[in-house]
C-alpha cells in the first residue's frame, strides 16, 4: 500500500539553521522538497566562508575514504557494526583515516606492480627465453646489435614485407630471423647499432612490438637477466597471493571504520548542502519537506525537546488530486515485500493511485508455476532457494559470478532475504502444478510408474491448457481496465472512465464473439453477453462525445490482442515440458543404466538452466507490458521517498 503523506514546513530562527538541519538529519525521516519561495524577500543564502570551508574539509575526507573502501576487497568474515564510530564529528577523521590510508595505498601499489609484472612476464617471458641464445652473441659488440620483436602474422605474406621493408631502409644492412608461434611471429632483427632507430620505425608500422628487458634486470648481463626473470615468474604468484593477503587482513581490520568515516564525512556535507538550499528572511529560515503521516508526532516531538517553542512544525495532508510533488513510500506486509523489487525497475506508482504489488504477489507464482510445473524442478528451486538463503545468512554481499561468468552486479544480504522469500512462493507454486500435472523431470512418473496418469495431462490436454492460459489473461487485462475505472472515480475523471469502460466491454465483445464463432463458446448462453457488452461499448461512445473516442475501437482490438498474448504462458509450459521429454529420451537412448542416469542428468541441467530465466521474464513481462499498460501504470508514475537521513551505522 501506500503510505499517507503529509507536507511539513518548519520556520526558526536564522541562528538555530545548523542546529535544526542537524535535528531533522538525526529524526531521518523528512524528504526534504527545496520549492522556491515566491516572496523575493525569502531565498536561499550562500555559506559563510568558515561553513563553505568546513564543507570543503568534509568532501575531501569523503573523497579519500571511499577511495579507501574502493581498494578495499570485502571481508570474509561477518562485517564489523559501524555503529561505534558514527557518532564522532568530522574533524577528527582525517587523523583516524591517514594510518589506513597509507598502509591500503602501499600494499596495493606493490599488488598492482606484481600483477603487471606477472601479465609482461607471461606474454613476453617464453618470447625473450627462445631470443636469449640470438641474443647474447651480439650482448657485447660495439657495432652490431639485435632488436627483438613480437609481430600478428595473421595476414599472409607479412614477414616477407617486413623483410623487404628493413633491406630498403638500412641498404641490405640487417638479418632477420623469426619463428611462428600460434597467430604471432617471434623474430629478431640484426643490424648495425646506427641503424637501430630505422630497424624500429619499420617494425612498428608493420604493426610489430618490440621485445625488451623489463626495467627489473635491465642493465644486467643477459644470462642473468634471463635467469632471474625465471626465478621472478616463479615467485610471482606466491608474492601476489601474499599481497592479497594482506589487504584481506586490512579490510577485516579496518573496513567497518573506513566505511563509517566516509558516511559521517558524507552527512557533514549533505547537511551543508542542505542549509544553503533553505529559503531564509532577515530572521528566520524555512525547512519543507514530506512526512509519513503517522510520523509527524515524532517529528513534532524530537525538535520541540531540543528546541522548545522556538522552532515552530505546520503540517497539512498532502492532496489526492493533482498530488505531482508528493513522495510515494510504499509499505507493504513481510509476504509481499519480495514483490516489489519488480517494481523497483521503474519509477514507483503517483501517489493518489494504488500499489499494485499484491497483484505481482498473486500472478508471479500462479504463471511461472503453470509453465514449469515440474516436482523435479520444483525441488531443484527448493534446493537453490537454501542455498541463497545460507548466503543471506552469513550478511555478506555476493557479488554474482558463476561458472567463471561475471554477471557485474551485486546482491546485498536484504536483497538476497527478498529473493529467498519471492523464490520460496514460485517454488511452492512450481510443486503444486507439478503434482495437477504429474510432472517429475518431465514424463518420468509415466515411464517408471506403470498405470500411471497425472491429475492433469499437459499434452493430452493441450486444448485444455491454452484455455486456460488465455483465461489468466482475460482475468488480467480485464482487471488493469477495472482498476483504471476506480482509479478514474477516485480522481472524477469521467472521460477516463468511460474509456476504460468502453475498452473492457469491447474486448469482452470481439473476444466472446471469436469464441462462440470458433465453437469454444456455446452460442446460446453467451449471446446475452455479447449484446451486453456491444450495448455498453456503444453507450461508452455516445456518453464521450468526442471524435477522439472512435480510437477507442482500435484500443478495444489491442486489449483483445493483449488477452491472446497470455498464450505464451502455455508456449513456454509446452516448450518446458518438450525438453525435459528429450532429456529423459537422451539418457534412455544410453544402454548402460548409470551412463544413461547422469546423460540425462545433465540434459536436464542444462535444458532447465538454459530457460529458466525465460520462465521467470515472461510472466514479468505480462505483468510490466500487459497488465500495468491497462490502468496506465507508466503515465502514472511518482517519485520515491528518500528522507534526509544520516549514512553512518549499520554494517558496511
Known sequence: ???????????????????????????????VDYARARDGAIHPEKLSDEDDARRASADAIRTRAEGVLAL????????????????????????????????????????????????????YGPAIQMLAPLLVLFERSQRLDVTGFLL???????IEAVRADLTSATQGRTVLVSQPVGDHVIGAVAHLRRDAEAVRTVLTGAGGRELRLPARVHGKPLRDAVQELKARTNALPGEIEELRRQLRELS??????????????????????????????????????????????????????????EVLVYDEPAPVRHPDDVPVLLDNPAWLKPFELFLRICDPPRYGTFDPTV?????????VGAIVGDVGYG???????????????????????????????????????????????????????????????????????PGFHPMFDRLEGLTVYLYLSIGFGLAHVCLGLMLQMVKSVRRREFRGFLEALSIVSGAATVFTWIATQAHVLPASPFHPVLVTGAAVFVFSLLCSRTWGSVMWIMESVSAFGQIISYARIFAVGIASLGLAIVANNLGASVPALFLGILVGAIAHVMFFGLTVLGHFLQPARLHWVEFFSQFKYYQDTGRPYRPFQRLGGGVT
Open 1 to 31: 500500500m501506500i503510505v499517507p503523506m503529509s507536507r511539513l514546513t518548519v520556520l526558526g530562527p536564522r541562528r538555530l539553521r545548523a542546529a535544526v538541519v542537524d535535528a531533522v538529519q538525526d529524526l531521518g525521516l523528512l524528504h
Open 72 to 123: 578495499l576487497p570485502q571481508p570474509e568474515t561477518s562485517p564489523r557494526p559501524t555503529d561505534l564510530y558514527a557518532v564522532e564529528p568530522p574533524e577528527p577523521l582525517p587523523q583516524r583515516l591517514e594510518g589506513v590510508e597509507r598502509s591500503v595505498h602501499a600494499v596495493t601499489r606493490h599488488l598492482l606492480e606484481a600483477e603487471e609484472e606477472r601479465e609482461i612476464l607471461a606474454a
Open 152 to 158: 600478428d602474422v595473421r595476414a599472409p605474406g607479412r
Open 252 to 309: 577485516e581490520g579496518h573496513r567497518a571504520e573506513v566505511a563509517s568515516a566516509a558516511a559521517v564525512a558524507r552527512d557533514a556535507v549533505e547537511r551543508f548542502d542542505l542549509m544553503g538550499k533553505l529559503p531564509m528572511s532577515r530572521y528566520v529560515f524555512v525547512l519543507r519537506g514530506w512526512v509519513p503521516t503517522r510520523q509527524v508526532p515524532h517529528i513534532r516531538h524530537g525538535l520541540a525537546r531540543r528546541f522548545a517553542s
Open 359 to 367: 497483484y505481482f504477489a498473486i500472478g508471479m507464482p500462479l504463471f
Open 379 to 449: 525441488l531443484g528451486l527448493l534446493a537453490v532457494t537454501l542455498w541463497l538463503r545460507a548466503k543471506a545468512v552469513t550478511g555478506r554481499p555476493w557479488h554474482i559470478v558463476l561458472a567463471r561468468l561475471d554477471f557485474g552486479f551485486t546482491l546485498t544480504p536484504a536483497v538476497m532475504r527478498l529473493v529467498v522469500v519471492l523464490l520460496g512462493w514460485v517454488t511452492a507454486s512450481t510443486l503444486v502444478f507439478g503434482v495437477v500435472f504429474g510432472e517429475v523431470f518431465g514424463d518420468l512418473p509415466q515411464r517408471l510408474i
